[in-house]
């Protein structure tokens, strides 16, 4: 990481971290889609998440094998993490748009002049297209039930995407699911049949007992409504060296505890890609 992308991280995170003194404490372990509705939640997300997320995605990146991206698309981005990521170490064609759809319009963080900056460090010299107010499958989940929007249609993803999950899917194969998985699974259906790739990235969560958010569960039952090829369980991945390299653009106690340094179990996740049908674990 160059120092010029070092201080435009730290800058953000500093932003990030200053709605603390008015609002002590962090999320809960357990979020849903409305939750992350106040700008002060929005604000404690990036900082919470930011070396974790964005790590994770460097790390994705890094593991699959390298296609020309296309069009990326990221579905359920939230303030674009996981673009952040995927680019950090490779940055994007000007000739590919880079869209990014969320059900909430988080801005917050996207008009501020610290997120800004790191995206346009990253995504440079492409720009990241944020659409609000967008879900999928027709109807809302029951977590966002009082949010308004649009469906994002599986027409309306350019042919040859490289089209990112991330984190999403929980919140609707997970507690509080849809009620119309069938939905769903035609949605990711016809989605893959216009996408070059698909990624589908989830956090691991121990232990089994914990019921419809488990690893195992939740992989289970993915897995099965959308008549992928593969069997759980599904491997863990961890990228805690990505996210230490964020350490010191946090403050020193905030450095070790967003990174993974200290709680090392929170740099693990599980995914899977899909390269024209042909699907495959991220191990």
Same mark, same amino acid.
């Given at each position: 990481?160059?120092?010029?992308?070092?201080?435009?991280?730290?800058?953000?995170?500093?932003?990030?971290?200053?709605?603390?003194?008015?609002?002590?404490?962090?999320?809960?372990?357990?979020?849903?889609?409305?939750?992350?509705?106040?700008?002060?939640?929005?604000?404690?997300?990036?900082?919470?998440?930011?070396?974790?997320?964005?790590?994770?995605?460097?790390?994705?990146?890094?593991?699959?094998?390298?296609?020309?991206?296309?069009?990326?698309?990221?579905?359920?981005?939230?303030?674009?993490?996981?673009?952040?990521?995927?680019?950090?170490?490779?940055? $994007? @064609?000007?000739?590919? &748009?880079?869209? %990014?759809?969320? +059900?909430? #319009?988080?801005? *917050?963080?996207?008009?501020? /002049?610290?997120?800004?900056?790191?995206?346009?460090?990253?995504?440079?010299?492409?720009?990241?297209?944020?659409?609000?107010?967008?879900?999928? $499958? @027709?109807?809302?989940? &029951?977590?966002? %039930?009082?949010? +308004?929007? #649009?469906?994002? *249609?599986?027409?309306?993803? /350019?042919?040859?995407?490289?089209?990112?999950?991330?984190?999403?899917?929980?919140?609707?194969?997970?507690?509080?699911?849809?009620?119309?998985?069938?939905?769903?699974?035609?949605?990711?259906? %016809?989605?893959?049949?216009? #996408?070059?790739?698909?990624?589908?990235?989830?956090?691991?969560?121990?232990?089994?007992?914990?019921?419809?958010?488990?690893?195992?569960?939740?992989?289970?039952?993915?897995?099965?409504?959308?008549?992928?090829?593969?069997?759980?369980?599904?491997?863990v991945f961890a990228f805690n060296a990505k996210a230490a390299e964020f350490a010191a653009c946090y403050d020193e106690v905030n450095g070790r505890r967003r990174t993974g340094i200290q709680y090392p179990q929170f740099c693990r996740a599980t995914g899977i890609v899909g390269d024209a049908?042909?699907?495959?674990?991220?191990?």
């Amino acid at each position: 990481m160059s120092p010029e992308r070092a201080a435009r991280v730290r800058d953000l995170l500093a932003r990030a971290h200053a709605v603390y003194e008015t609002s002590p404490g962090d999320l809960s372990t357990w979020q849903v889609v409305e939750g992350y509705v106040s700008a002060e939640n929005q604000w404690k997300y990036v900082h919470m998440y930011f070396a974790k997320s964005v790590a994770c995605w460097r790390y994705i990146r890094e593991a699959v094998a390298p296609v020309q991206d296309g069009p990326v698309v990221s579905i359920g981005a939230g303030p674009g993490l996981c673009l952040l990521g995927w680019f950090f170490d490779r940055p $994007p @064609a000007a000739t590919w &748009p880079i869209h %990014a759809h969320d +059900v909430l #319009a988080w801005d *917050a963080v996207r008009a501020d /002049p610290a997120h800004v900056a790191v995206l346009a460090h990253v995504l440079a010299p492409a720009v990241m297209d944020f659409h609000a107010g967008r879900y999928f $499958p @027709a109807t809302l989940p &029951p977590q966002a %039930a009082t949010c +308004v929007g #649009a469906p994002i *249609a599986p027409e309306q993803i /350019p042919r040859g995407a490289t089209v990112l999950l991330p984190f999403v899917l929980n919140h609707l194969f997970g507690s509080a699911p849809h009620p119309n998985p069938a939905d769903i699974n035609a949605w990711f259906r %016809a989605v893959c049949s216009r #996408a070059q790739r698909v990624v589908i990235v989830d956090m691991d969560y121990r232990p089994e007992s914990s019921g419809p958010k488990s690893t195992h569960v939740f992989w289970s039952n993915l897995l099965a409504g959308l008549g992928l090829p593969l069997q759980a369980p599904c491997p863990v991945f961890a990228f805690n060296a990505k996210a230490a390299e964020f350490a010191a653009c946090y403050d020193e106690v905030n450095g070790r505890r967003r990174t993974g340094i200290q709680y090392p179990q929170f740099c693990r996740a599980t995914g899977i890609v899909g390269d024209a049908g042909v699907w495959r674990y991220i191990g």
